[in-house]
């Protein structure tokens, strides 16, 4: 289970509908697929800019299509811009976890008019990998202490959309929020992943504000 499933996961509630709003969530999503690469060591940060480190494939083809996508680009980008590129993910992500029997697909109307679709778990049971997810998120941001790679990638992504309010919910505020600027400044494996990592996180929160701020002077 790759970052973006797992942040999918967390992001839908258990009627099958988004607990966030779409701007945090695609560009969440779209820093999901940097944060997978960053860590399985494909892409770093030099310069604010996004550098392939190993084309080599993950064997995960949501997470390599975006890879192939950097690697094609012959101009270097902040990563940003690739947070805005991979804003088409929340499609491929929720169709693999359907295929894969996670989720379920629904068809239904609101207010009896508009269609919508709903991705709720089998028997409205939640599924096991988001299970595991919030179980070692809760860990890391209760306990003390570094926090492996992975999960960290995690926490600095439900940080920076703010969906740590609703993944944290039952937990004292304040802590959370210092446990959070810990792991963020913790030991990440390696220095230089640590920084792209803060730097993903930096472009997603700079991402949704900018793009909040366009739906709002447009609406």
Same mark, same amino acid.
């Given at each position: 289970m790759n970052l973006a499933e797992e942040f999918v996961l967390l992001a839908y509630g258990?009627?099958? @509908?988004?607990?966030?709003? +779409?701007?945090r969530l695609d560009h969440g999503l779209g820093g999901a697929l940097l944060l997978e690469l960053a860590i399985s060591g494909r892409i770093g940060v030099e310069d604010k800019k996004v550098v392939v480190l190993? =084309?080599?494939? #993950?064997?995960?083809?949501? @997470?390599? /299509?975006a890879l192939d996508r950097i690697v094609a680009?012959? *101009?270097?980008?902040k990563p940003?811009?690739?947070? *805005? *590129?991979?804003t088409d993910t929340r499609k491929p992500a929720l169709d693999r976890l359907v295929d894969q029997g996670v989720l379920t697909r629904e068809q239904d109307k609101v207010l009896f008019v508009f269609p919508r679709t709903r991705?709720?778990? =089998?028997?409205?049971?939640?599924?096991?990998?988001? !299970?595991?997810?919030?179980?070692?998120? #809760?860990?890391? @941001? +209760?306990?003390?202490?570094p926090v492996e790679p992975? !999960?960290?990638?995690?926490?600095?992504? @439900?940080?920076?959309t703010n969906l740590d309010r609703k993944v944290f919910r039952t937990l004292d505020r304040k802590r959370v929020d210092e446990r959070l600027r810990e792991i963020s400044a913790g030991d990440l494996t390696a220095a230089a992943v640590r920084q792209t990592v803060e730097?993903? /996180?930096?472009?997603v929160i700079v991402a949704v504000v900018a793009a909040s701020a366009v739906s709002a002077a447009t609406s």
């Open positions: 258990d009627d099958g @509908v988004p607990d966030t709003d +779409s701007v190993d =084309p080599t494939a #993950t064997g995960d083809p949501l @997470v390599d /299509q680009d012959d *101009k270097p980008r940003a811009y690739w947070v *805005k *590129k991979f991705y709720p778990a =089998p028997n409205g049971v939640e599924p096991v990998p988001e !299970t595991e997810a919030r179980q070692r998120l #809760t860990a890391a @941001v +209760s306990g003390a202490g992975r !999960t960290a990638a995690l926490c600095a992504l @439900v940080g920076a730097e993903i /996180q930096t472009a």
